[in-house]
């Protein structure tokens, strides 16, 4: 059984990010991961790369958190897999998936709509996650509930102020059958404590995105405690 960490930002392509990617990843296997998916914060979200780039320069440095990541990750037996955080007026959708060669090819991410956004990447074989969706905050003045355009809903996230807010998730992913996972959204080395147990054998973001879709998550690992389940955590 496999533990992997979901929901990792990076002082590389995060600006609220308080570590690199390279801490970030000796963090996450110290922590007992077998991997980790580098899920920046996007271009309309609190990224740390200057919009005024061109976009081939912005993705460039937008995915060096998942480069030094993967690199350090080599050297201590930690499976690194990119990802990144698409931000809707504080509405936030984990993206799973699609490789940064998909993502330079598209640089209309950044132009569309927020629900053709959604619509793009699940065309394209990606995955959504709706992330912490009853997160209350200053930065979230409204929450939207989209289930018809996500495939699962992160139901656990360390991150999340109030315990409830990770209750809301579960009810609502319940209550529209929807698969659930679970992430720290760490930021910095000591935040780890959400994640995934599979027995799928994920090497890159495309392998994550199937495990999901297919039904692949044996278990969610909420405040570091792995918690083994059926169809508690997944459509039977």
Not at 79 to 102: H, I
């Amino acid at each position: 059984m496999m533990r992997w960490e979901t929901h990792v930002h990076t002082a590389e392509g995060s600006a609220c990010g308080k570590a690199p990617a390279a801490e970030m990843a000796a963090a996450c296997r110290k922590a007992g991961y077998d991997g980790m998916i580098v899920t920046d914060h996007f271009w309309h979200g609190n990224t740390a790369v200057n919009r005024d780039l061109p976009w081939q320069e912005w993705v460039r440095q937008f995915c060096l958190g998942y480069e030094h990541g993967k690199a350090a990750g080599k050297k201590i037996g930690l499976r690194v897999c990119f990802g990144w955080e698409y931000s809707w007026d504080g509405t936030d959708f984990l993206t799973y998936g699609l490789s940064p060669e998909w993502l330079l090819a598209h640089p209309e991410t950044v132009t569309l709509p927020p629900q053709e956004y959604l619509r793009l990447i699940r065309r394209s074989g990606g995955c959504i996650v709706h992330a912490h969706p009853f997160r209350e905050a200053s930065y979230v003045p409204l929450i939207k509930l989209l289930p018809d355009q996500v495939d699962a809903v992160e139901t656990y996230n360390k991150g999340n102020f109030e315990e409830i807010y990770n209750d809301r998730a579960r009810w609502y992913a319940e209550s529209y059958g929807l698969l659930q996972t679970s992430g720290s959204d760490a930021h910095h080395a000591g935040a780890f404590g959400g994640g995934i147990l599979t027995d799928a054998d994920i090497y890159t973001t495309e392998d994550y995105a199937a495990a999901v879709l297919h039904g692949q998550i044996a278990g969610l690992i909420r405040n570091g405690a792995d918690m083994l389940s059926g169809n508690d955590y997944h459509r039977g």
